[in-house]
């Protein structure tokens, strides 16, 4: 089956840069989108097609794609940032799967 | 504004039958191009999609849980719906209901709108 791969933990301080990985063999034919979530809320969309943002969502927060890995961005992080992030795409039959997902940590 | 909200047992007995509906507001479940869909999560763990039904009525369900899972739409009712069979422990999840948009890409899609999810224990 399918995996989206993601990094089990990131760690940063306020004001840095924290940068999150996802890796998977179908993302240079498939976009790519991230949620956040923070505990006991349902996930939120903070980047859809790899590297677009929705309203709403800080212009800190950005995507991009290379190869069989996208990375989520957060410049400038906040302790609100503090979350849970996951990514999520599909396999060619339309079967949806998320990364493991990321705890991102601001120190 | 557009909003989902789950309902359902939250307690269900091994071996039984799991059901919860989603109920749409705010908009119509036969509008086009939507995917309603579940998502589960256990607790302290990742989410798993679980599938999807699509404004016409077709279904895709993930293949590890193909076997046991039903996902129907009512539109008298404005609700979607998802049963799964033969529940186990394993299965005690927080169950998310969602609308996903198809991006300009085959096969692809994303979640937009989440409920706030519905925890149910399977346990005797």
């Known amino acids: 089956s399918y995996e989206l791969t993601q990094p089990p933990s990131v760690s940063v301080s306020p004001g840095q840069t924290a940068r999150i990985t996802c890796s998977g063999d179908a993302l240079p034919k498939q976009y790519a989108y991230w949620y956040r979530q923070k505990p006991g809320q349902a996930p939120v969309l903070v980047i859809y097609?790899?590297?677009e943002r929705p309203s709403g969502i800080p212009e800190r927060f950005s995507g991009s794609s290379s190869g069989t890995t996208v990375t989520l961005t957060i410049s400038g992080v906040q302790a609100e940032d503090e979350a849970d992030y996951y990514c999520?795409?599909?396999?060619?039959?339309?079967?949806?799967?998320f990364g493991g997902g990321t705890k991102l940590t601001v120190l | 504004q557009v909003q989902l909200q789950e309902s359902g047992p939250g307690l269900v007995k091994p071996s039984e039958t799991l059901s919860l509906t989603c109920t749409v507001s705010g908009g119509s479940v036969s509008s086009g191009s939507n995917y309603w869909s579940w998502i589960r999560q256990p607790p302290g763990m990742g989410l798993e999609w679980i599938g999807y039904?699509?404004?016409?009525?077709?279904?895709n369900y993930n293949p590890s849980l193909k076997s046991r899972v039903t996902i129907s739409v009512d539109t008298s009712k404005n609700q979607f719906s998802l049963k799964l069979t033969s529940v186990t422990a394993a299965d005690t999840a927080v169950y998310y209901c969602a609308r996903a948009l198809p991006s300009n890409l085959p096969a692809n899609w994303y979640f937009d709108l989440w409920g706030r999810g519905t925890l149910v224990s399977v346990s005797s």
């Open positions: 999520q795409s599909a396999d060619s039959s339309a079967t949806g799967v």
């Open positions: 039904i699509y404004y016409s009525g077709s279904t």
């Open positions: 097609k790899d590297s």
